[in-house]
């Protein structure tokens, strides 16, 4: 395979875009590389580039409405036991999408490593920061939620409680990304002149690698997965109970179908990237054996989470529908206003329209 992947650098959390050197050296014990072949920019990275993209543009400008909907627009007005979870969801998937996606798509394009030492732990760092602090406010707005059905009226002590939990969500994001820090460098490879971020002599053995990686498999994906889950349980156990009262408020029915549709977006975006990151790292002849466009294309779900919850949100949430509905009007009054034969400036002359 012309362009081969680092197994490694999918669950320790290195950007899993880049192609780099091939899973068995990789390993902090890797065999001499005088018959390896570098890896390229093939059609199927191409295309993963081509789809980070739009990603990113959809990614950045729905997260910077739902910012500035909560900051300036109707959103202000929101309970204030929510503002600061919207805020810190939308701050955490800025982060996946400034960060994240343009390094997965430099890097496949670039295929090996040009930023330096210091880039190089400086960004991994950030990665793993951002995929956790997205995981973990993820996991708090599912614990508010949960808490709005069982204890609708308990606003006060929810301000309180939120604070303190995306508190605690943001400070974990950065200490369980630190070792990233450490063990991440720019590694050069004398023998085909080429350079790449990676692991190589941070882990004297294999198990040791392999228990980072899974440990880091369970904080960004198991736990938060299976604490959603509960808390789904919870709620729709409450519902049941209620239904049978027929006493069920419109407003927590609409709560517990958003946390439905919470852990549902989480499960599809994410379940793809990590399964196929284990299978590979257990299982390193797959990678040869599996076609390039099918780990490419399943890698790329892990971006479409960042996407997905500004529209969750968003449609769950009036002031941010409110606030995009108003932005589409006064955009449409604009291009509305300009009369039909009215020159534009372009540069420092004036160009009359196209009658073509």
Known sequence: MSSNWSVVQRLSQAPPTGPTLPPHLNASRFPPLMDWEAPSFTRAAQFRVGATFVLFMFAACSNLALLASVWWGRGRRLSSHLRP???????????????????????????????????CRLLCFLKLFAMHAS???????????????LNPLDALSAHRRNRVMLLLAWCLSLLLASPQLVIFRAIRVEAVDFTQCATHGSFSRRWQETVYNMFHFFTLYVVPLLVMSCLLVRAGESYLRRSGTGIIPKARLKTLKMTVVIVLSFVVCWTPYYLLGLWYWFQPAMLRLTPEYVHHGLFVFGNLNTCCDPVIYGFYTPSFRADLAACCRRTRRVSNSRPAGQLRPSGRYFVAPSLI
């Open 135 to 149: 995981a973990f406010v993820l996991v708090v707005v599912s614990l508010d939620r949960q808490h709005a059905i």
């Open 85 to 119: 979870l919207m805020l810190s969801l939308a701050s955490a998937d800025l982060v996946m999408t400034f960060v994240v996606m343009p390094l997965d798509a430099v890097w496949n394009m670039t295929v090996q490593w040009y930023g330096g030492d210091a880039l």
